[in-house]
Nanobody, 123 residues
């Protein structure tokens, strides 16, 4: 299992941007698909984005498509989530996750989860 640590969360005004990072250790990062999920207070965790092991394929939820971009740097064992045009409804704890494929990650068949990083968007 790979160990995942997120960073980059914080407080931002609506319309602003943040970039989240997720550093992986203890596994072969370049063999895993990676993804981001989020959980707002009182709500269930929801899928945000996923990226294939080599970065060639990405997939986004409708709620973030066109505003968020997932990317990865296999040389740095890190996956990123660039979040632009943030809205108050994007406020949540964001988690990164690893899996055997993008489909597996998207359907929460996840091997490892990070501990989460808080993103708060003020109106």
């Amino acid at each position: 299992q790979v160990h995942l640590v997120e960073s980059g969360g914080g407080l931002v005004q609506a319309g602003g941007s943040l970039r989240l990072s997720c550093a992986a250790s203890g596994g072969t990062f370049s063999s895993y698909a990676m993804g981001w999920f989020r959980q707002a207070p009182g709500k269930e965790r929801e899928f945000v984005a996923t990226i294939s092991y080599n970065g060639a394929n990405t997939y986004y939820s409708d709620s973030v498509k066109g505003r968020f971009t997932i990317s990865r740097d296999n040389a740095k064992n890190t996956v990123y989530l660039q979040m632009n045009s943030l809205k108050p409804e994007d406020t949540a704890v964001y988690y990164c996750a690893s899996g055997s494929s993008s489909t597996a990650v998207r359907t929460e068949r996840v091997g490892s989860w990070g501990q989460g990083t808080q993103v708060t968007v003020s109106s």
